[in-house]
């Protein structure tokens, strides 16, 4: 009898750590109750801080799990990104969960499940893996989205997002079992080499899956038409778990997005370019738009982040491996401008009640000038304007976009980003100019204050020093498109 040789499981070694972290932490808590829950949260930090350590520091890169996993630059920088946006979210959760009266020690697991399902996504190589990655960071946010269990809006969050998340589900699964059933396969270099080194024509049947393929994924990155549940989710989920949707899953997404369409597709890229053209245009214009008539600041910042995912697609829609850097670029400036965004939000506080109405922030420049000043270099970076970092993120997409002669979907972008502009604006205004309202609640938490420092710093200085961040992402795109 011929045994199944043992695959090699230093590649995986962080996802392993991460879920061995995660049954560990279950356990305490499920011992020492939710008394436990801030030291199970510094715990999951400490844990994603190994992790981090282990995915930088050279973990053996290669295809393990018989070609179902793969680790790369490409994945390495991706998986930074996610365990650097998990862990803020973490730390930005201890105070509010404590104020809010939802100290379960389920949180922080939970947490620590979808980040693993998150790195599984960025090193699929496969539709399987890709699925089951999928599925395990989707089924971990279902809950965290209704976590605030006692609230009705909470509840309705995450039904909604259960809901259309099974459907996004069903179309992703079509879409794989369209491809598998056209090329005989499900591994992405086995269905690269059929359309890339064979030089064979991609089938309608290919193409019709494909399609599918993209609105299940575009369903995760919350692009337009597939954006229906953000706003609400956003709205109705506590606070830390909308940033936290806001800011690793959005960046695990477009990862997986960027690797699904260059490694296996990139023969069928004049067939995908055209449908990530038409989802970006849609994102950027349907997010400048309809966030001009917002009136709650999480509401407003899920139309933000569809708008941003649009401006990351049109680095995508290059098809090129500027256009791969462009994104990457794009995914790392977003993640740290909405680390300091959603933490000035958690920050501000009124009587012991969050802040959610726009019309509230009045007076912030006078009761929290220092806050105001933070808050405000992250609305006009997130505008775009220059020289802050925002404006660096959308000026690559676009140069990839001129240079891969996408003039249209270039113009497009610009003046949905002026459009937009102008939603950032009314908030700065609202700040300094309006009559001030009640004072805000002082002192800030230390943690708090170096998230804010650390956001403010890498917007207003990234144009110093912009030579190492576009070379690790020039590193991670040759690893994908050389």
């Keep these: 009898m011929q045994h199944a040789p043992i695959p090699d499981i230093l590649p995986a070694l962080p996802e392993i750590w991460l879920a061995c972290a995660a049954m560990v932490l279950l356990m305490i808590g499920a011992f020492r109750g939710n008394a436990a829950t801030r030291s199970i949260s ?27 996993f793969v680790v790369d630059s490409f994945s390495t920088l991706a998986k930074g990104l996610i365990l650097i946006g998990t862990a803020a979210t973490l730390i930005m959760s201890m105070d509010y969960i404590r104020r809010e009266g939802m100290e379960r020690f389920e949180f922080p697991v939970l947490v620590l499940l979808a980040t693993v399902g998150m790195l599984m996504m960025v090193s699929a190589n496969d539709l399987m893996s890709l699925y089951v990655g999928i599925e395990l960071q989707s089924l971990a946010l279902y809950v965290i989205a209704a976590f605030k269990r006692d609230t009705l809006k909470s509840t309705e969050a995450g039904l909604k997002y259960f809901v259309l998340g099974a459907l996004s589900s069903g179309m992703l699964l079509y879409g794989a079992s369209l491809i598998y ?57 506590s606070t830390p778990a909308t940033a936290f949707f806001a800011i690793a899953p959005k960046v695990a997404a477009m990862a997986l997005l960027v690797r699904v369409m260059i490694a296996p597709f990139y023969g069928a890229a004049a067939d995908w370019q ?42 995508l829609a290059a098809g090129t491996q500027q256009g791969v ?38 007076g912030l ?10 808050l405000t270099v992250l609305l006009f970076s997130l505008a775009g304007i220059p020289p802050l970092a925002g404006f660096f993120g959308k000026f690559y997409v676009f140069l990839a ?9 270039a113009v497009l972008g610009v003046l ?13 205004k609202i700040i300094y100019f309006d009559e001030p309202g009640e004072s805000f609640e002082q002192p800030i938490g230390r943690e708090m204050k170096i998230l804010l420092g650390a956001s403010a710093v890498f917007t207003t200085f990234f144009v110093v020093l912009p030579g190492p961040f576009l070379a690790l992402t020039q590193q991670a795109a040759t690893a994908l498109l050389p």
């Design 42 to 68: 510094w715990l999951a930090v400490v844990a994603i801080a190994v992790a981090f350590v282990l995915v930088v520091s050279g973990t053996k890169e290669g295809t393990t799990f018989a070609g179902l």
């Design 416 to 428: 949905s980003s002026v459009v937009g502009a102008y939603y950032y604006l009314r908030i700065i």
């Design 181 to 237: 059933g056209f090329t005989g396969t499900t591994n992405f270099e086995a269905i690269g080499a059929l359309y890339t080194q064979a030089g064979q024509e991609p089938s309608i049947g290919l193409i019709v899956g494909l399609v599918f393929l993209i609105s299940g994924l575009a369903f995760k990155v919350s692009a337009v038409p597939f954006h229906m549940w953000t706003p609400d989710v956003y709205e109705g989920a």
């Design 365 to 374: 420049g006078k009761n929290n000038p220092v806050l105001a000043l933070i």
């Design 401 to 409: 976009a001129i240079d891969a002669k996408l003039y249209i979907l």
């Design 325 to 362: 850097q462009s994104v990457l670029i794009y995914l790392l400036i977003y993640l740290a401008m909405n680390i300091g965004t959603f933490a000035a939000i958690l920050t501000m506080r009124v009587k012991g009640q969050m802040v959610e109405g726009i019309d509230d922030l009045a």
């Design 274 to 315: 055209q449908v990530i053209s038409f989802i970006a245009i849609l994102s950027m214009g349907y997010g400048a738009f309809a966030a001009l008539r917002q009136t709650n600041i999480k509401r407003l910042m899920a139309y933000s982040s569809i708008g941003h995912m649009g401006f990351a697609l049109v680095g």
